[in-house]
């Protein structure tokens, strides 16, 4: 799959954590991972705490199809308020 679709990808993750943010915060257990099929292709999927403190949490969602994305995935990151 080619880095500018796991880019859409990540972004649209990032996009349901700006808008459902307390589903992530209230998270307890990071990272949280998951696989999806996008373009008949088995994509994983990853968000992970960055830094954290009383007001706020950083996250990052990184995407990679397990070739030689697994290696340097496609990241994107987004601080929601807790």
Do not use: A, C, L, Q
């Given at each position: 799959m080619k880095r500018r679709r796991m880019k859409e990808l990540a972004d649209q993750v990032v996009s349901v954590i700006?808008?459902?943010?307390?589903?992530?915060?209230?998270?307890?257990?990071?990272?949280?991972?998951?696989?999806?099929?996008?373009d008949g292709q088995e994509?994983?999927?990853?968000?992970d705490v960055l830094e954290q403190d009383d007001e706020r949490i950083h996250l990052i969602v990184s995407v990679s199809?397990?070739?030689l994305s697994a290696f340097f995935p496609v990241?994107?990151?987004t601080i929601v308020r807790k």
């Open positions: 700006e808008h459902n943010p307390n589903t992530y915060v209230t998270e307890s257990k990071f990272p949280i991972t998951w696989s999806e099929e996008h994509i994983d999927f990853e968000i199809d397990g070739y990241s994107r990151s």
